[in-house]
């Protein structure tokens, strides 16, 4: 097992977007990422970085994050993700909670390159449908 000398420095990143995710604050989330920095959304597809959190916060109202645990690559990749508890309150009031993961790729600045969010969407959307259509088209 081989853990990345950056490990310590990719948990800071992911506390600190943590706290930017809940806090809503799109410029600082991302300043997080590399220029090139895009987002892999089960719901919005492959998007820029600053495109993707700003629909995020256009669909949003309020958002809590809880249970957060963040995993570093054992293999010494440039790889680390975290798992938590997604308590979301959409523009429109509608609430869903769902646990997901977020996995982040850095580049050799430390810059993250490409984040993919897993999780099962057919809850979600059974309950309050999809929501980033609206913000998509504004």
Not at 6 to 21: C, E, F, G, Q, T
Not at 22 to 35: E, K, R, Y
Not at 42 to 67: H, M, N, Y
Request: glycine content about 6%; hydrophobic content about 45%; charged content about 20%.
């Amino acid at each position: 097992m081989v853990i990345s000398s950056n490990a310590l420095a990719y948990i800071d990143v992911i506390n600190r977007y943590l706290a930017l995710l809940a806090a809503g604050d799109v410029p600082a989330i991302v300043a997080l990422f590399s220029p090139q920095g895009v987002v892999h959304s089960p719901f919005l597809g492959v998007k820029p970085a600053g495109e993707f959190f700003e629909l995020l916060k256009a669909a949003t109202r309020r958002s809590e994050l809880e249970d957060a645990e963040v995993f570093v690559s054992a293999a010494g990749s440039r790889r680390a993700s975290v798992c938590f508890t997604y308590q979301w309150e959409l523009a429109d009031g509608s609430q869903v909670s769902f646990r997901c993961v977020d996995m982040f790729d850095f580049d050799a600045q430390g810059l993250v390159e490409t984040m993919t969010i897993i999780y099962d969407t057919a809850p979600i959307r059974a309950s309050v449908g999809d929501k980033y259509r609206r913000a998509e088209t504004r």
